[in-house]
T-cell receptor
Framework: GIQVEQSPPDLILQEGANSTLRCNFS?????LQWFHQNPWGQLINLFY???GTKQNGRLSATTVATERYSLLYISSSQTTDSGVYFC??????FGPGTRLSVLP | DTGVSQNPRHKITKRGQNVTFRCDPI?????LYWYRQTLGQGPEFLTY????????KSRLLSDRFSAERPKGSFSTLEIQRTEQGDSAMYLC???????????FGEGSWLTVV
């Protein structure tokens, strides 16, 4: 089955810093989504982005389907951005996540 | 507009007992998904429904697990003869089949003692 990898596994930032999270997948996909899981466990959908680039406020995402990777950019990070970021393909396969801690 | 609702939020049960979780999806969403998540891991897909039809089941879904969506609205996930390894958060999500964005509930925590 399709494999999903994420990097880095952990990331610690000072408030205001920018970061890039990466998701690699082993086969072509029709459906790729990014999620944020907050410290209370709630998963929030950030982007549905099987290809191309999207932006939503301080967050943006780019998927290069032909090269089988996606990037999530977080600019001017805030403490509320802390949590775990997952990418998921086809709605079924989640990566292991990137744990982000934003320090005040 | 209510989101995906899951009940109970927390369940502690003795090994060998049966447990049932309920999920109410966002109204009019025709797809419903179940996942399991353990600490430090990403969600693992268990099964999904389109309307009342169960279209996909993971190999993780042993014969002790059964899921139903009898009228294409709410769904139940039953675990029979629970084992300590079943301790996890069980997540439900829903979506439209024509719009792939998946919306998650808050999860149901299961602890088997």
């Amino acid at each position: 089955g399709i494999q999903v990898e994420q990097s880095p596994p952990d990331l610690i930032l000072q408030e205001g810093a920018n970061s890039t999270l990466r998701c690699n997948f082993s086969d072509s996909v029709n459906n790729l989504q990014w999620f944020h899981q907050n410290p209370w466990g709630q998963l929030i959908n950030l982007f549905y982005i099987p290809s191309g680039t999207k932006q939503n406020g301080r967050l943006s995402a780019t998927t290069v389907a032909t090269e089988r990777y996606s990037l999530l950019y977080i600019s001017s990070s805030q403490t509320t951005d802390s949590g775990v970021y997952f990418c998921a393909v086809e709605g079924f396969v989640f990566g292991p996540g990137t744990r982000l801690s934003v320090l005040p | 507009d209510t989101g995906v609702s899951q009940n109970p939020r927390h369940k502690i049960t003795k090994r060998g007992q049966n447990v049932t979780f309920r999920c109410d999806p966002i109204s009019e969403h025709n797809r419903l998904y179940w996942y399991r998540q353990t600490l430090g891991q990403g969600p693992e897909f268990l099964t999904y429904f389109q309307n009342e039809a169960q279209l996909e089941k993971s190999r993780l879904l042993s014969d002790r697990f059964s899921a139903e969506r009898p009228k294409g609205s709410f769904s139940t996930l039953e675990i029979q003869r629970t084992e300590q390894g079943d301790s996890a958060m069980y997540l439900c999500a829903s979506s439209f089949s024509t719009e792939n964005t998946i919306y998650f509930g808050e999860g149901s925590w299961l602890t088997v003692v």
